[in-house]
DNA sequence: CGACATTAGTTCAATGGCTGAACAAATCTC
DNA sequence: GAGATTTGTTCAGCCATTGAACTAATGTCG
């Protein structure tokens, strides 16, 4: 480690704790929370507003003593953009350093049987439209991420089978904008992090498949390769139902959108809340099957993981409400700390905004987790 | 972060890379892979002579140029000690800070029905065989680690099923010597890790019961309260035989050690090989069994995990022959990633000594992740 | 109302630790 | 034996943090 490396981790250590405050804090806090004294937490806080990276607060403290000029993550210099693109629709969407949403879209366009090329051209026209908007509000957008439902490891895309994808390489630009690449529960994961108090949970993502989300500690768990979290793929029966992927009894073969509209009898999974709350026959015991399979699941993983809590996201938030009690029996009777410590289940706080939002709060929480590269990238 | 710190940084650095050179190391070429001068390196070095943590090497490299001096982990002072208390005996061992076994001993000792300070009090004896064994080659026994096969948090156990513990509160000292606590599988995977040139894996661990270690990067994943790893009660069938964790179809009840051997008609489980090894019918088809389920179990748990192999040990170890066909099998079938990167299965290196080994491991890599804090410790 | 307590922020010399260049040491090659 | 090569040391310089003294701005209390 450097000496220079030393100012990096203090940069990095001030700028966590204005970001972590939700209201604008002094210097002399600062100092007190870190550990450095106030002389170097005013040269660190200097560096930071000269890179536009934070800025003081029009108001000051009032009380005892001098009043406190209070420090804020700036709401303009560097932005996220957010963008994912999923089976039946495009999304982008730029949030600002201190995570505000400052611009959403989302594009109706089904990407099965499309080549990736077509997918990116598709992509280029909203993202766009999200630079001026950024550009519009004074703010200046980093770099990019673009969520994706595959397997991804260095800008390679293994496979994304309900894209119909399989070994295609990613761009590193989209337009003039860096971008990067992940994996689309993973982001969602992220972003809900950000967004609920939770600091460890599995977030499971229902869309046509099912993926999850580890967080343990406020990280995202990646495994070996960035492909930790395939939940859709957990054996639910070992004898049960084939599964597209070449095995047998996967969740998803249970709980997946269209296994469970199927086995609801509806045409179109849109209608499954509105039958649901009818109070459907069909459909409510096509939930409860659904839920059964996934508290299977999820027990297995909690086992394996010690995760304290599960996040319904995507298709499942809306229907959590009857999937809850299942998944709950389940988890009671499965998970070996149930007794003294039972598992908490909830719905996703962002539902469906989750991914892009994640996306883009990848781009953001970069530059807070490591300042000194982006203020050495921005004027060398 | 203080300005000492980065000298506790890279003392560690440096240790490390001295850890990690299977032949002493000159300090020219520490310097060229840590990226510190020449200059820090020596007087870092000096620093880590002075408290007995390295030493130089006898013999230098020959070659052109100014022959160098080698560098190396110090044979004698800070060792570790680890114990074990297991369901039908006790273990302990010595290891010295290059990781080499200086002391082992194995005490056949039924534990079952015993109180926590019974099993204290009969530890007692093999620990300060043990210390004594230590002296008499010169080392300097730092700490003590204790593996237990429960679920561990903040110096209690919670349960440890197969010794008929709850809620034991654990000590803090084993006679004079500081001791620290830790789950059996969990130990047994860190003992494993550095045996083995593989840095990410999921360990099984073969007991009474089956737990398991997940070491991802060359780091433990402990989960939130550190009890990650409960492979034993993954769902193997939802419907199926009932546990005694009071649920149903874990993977325990078809692959635990009693499970198997009921299956074979056995009445001791040590017979287990000999009678596959005599190709004995029932026997065969039980570790048949054991082996399907256990690919089930695994498969589900490298889905989640995304690990690249499976290292069989306690006493699934001498039966890997018997068990890894199956697995593999269901591994190929059911892992999603399978096709293009199927995951190794493979025997534990250390066997059944591999949970002491990783115990006696935690106090020597403790010292080795953070010279700085046992140099203090050493001398104020 | 004014002295004092209190809290925030700045200044500056001192310190700890790393760097880089020059130098000394030990070996090999030709 | 001269020169090339590599290792290790010495030392002045630099960078970041520290700690104490100082200034600044407010509230409190007699």
Request: with cysteine; hydrophobic share 45%.
């Amino acid at each position: 480690m450097r000496q220079t490396s030393l100012r990096a981790h203090n940069l990095a250590l001030v700028l966590r704790l204005v970001a972590a405050s939700p209201t604008p804090i002094s210097r002399a806090r600062i100092a007190g929370a870190s550990g450095l004294t106030r002389a170097t937490v005013s040269t660190i806080v200097d560096e930071l507003i000269a890179g536009g990276l934070v800025d003081f607060a029009d108001e000051s403290r009032t009380g005892v003593g001098r009043p406190s000029v209070g420090v804020t993550l700036a709401g303009t210099r560097p932005a996220g953009l957010g963008m994912e693109v999923n089976v039946d629709y495009l999304a982008t969407c730029v949030i600002d350093l201190a995570g505000q949403v400052r611009h959403r879209e989302v594009v109706l366009s089904d990407q099965r049987g499309r080549s990736p090329a077509a997918a990116w051209e598709a992509l280029a026209a909203p993202a766009a439209r999200a630079l001026a908007a950024a550009a519009a509000q004074g703010l200046v957008v980093h770099s990019g991420a673009v969520a994706l439902p595959g397997l991804i490891e260095d800008a390679v895309v293994h496979v994304a089978p309900n894209l119909g994808w399989h070994r295609v390489a990613l761009p590193a630009r989209i337009g003039d904008l860096l971008v990067d690449f992940g994996n689309e529960a993973n982001l969602a994961a992220f972003g809900e992090l950000h967004a609920c108090e939770l600091s460890s949970f599995l977030y499971v993502s229902g869309e046509i498949g099912i993926g999850a989300g580890i967080v343990v500690n406020s990280e995202l768990f990646r495994g070996t390769r960035g492909w930790a979290g395939e939940l859709g793929h957990v054996t639910v029966d070992p004898a049960g139902k084939p599964c597209r992927c070449g095995s047998r009894g996967c969740l998803e073969q249970y709980a997946g959108e269209d296994a469970i509209r199927e086995a609801a009898s509806l045409p179109d999974a849109a209608e499954l809340v509105d039958r649901a709350k009818a109070g459907d026959e069909a459909t409510l015991a096509s939930l409860g099957r659904a839920g059964l399979a996934l508290g299977v699941a999820l027990s297995s993983t909690v086992n394996l993981l010690d995760l304290p809590a599960v996040v319904l996201g995507g298709h499942f938030a809306p229907l959590a409400e009857w999937l809850c009690p299942p998944i709950e029996a389940e988890l009671r009777q499965r998970v070996l700390t149930a007794r003294w410590s039972s598992p908490l289940i909830r719905p996703s706080v962002l539902g469906a905004e989750a991914t892009v939002i994640g996306a883009a709060r990848t781009v953001t929480q970069a530059i807070i987790n490591d300042p000194a590269r982006y203020l050495a990238s921005i004027r060398p």
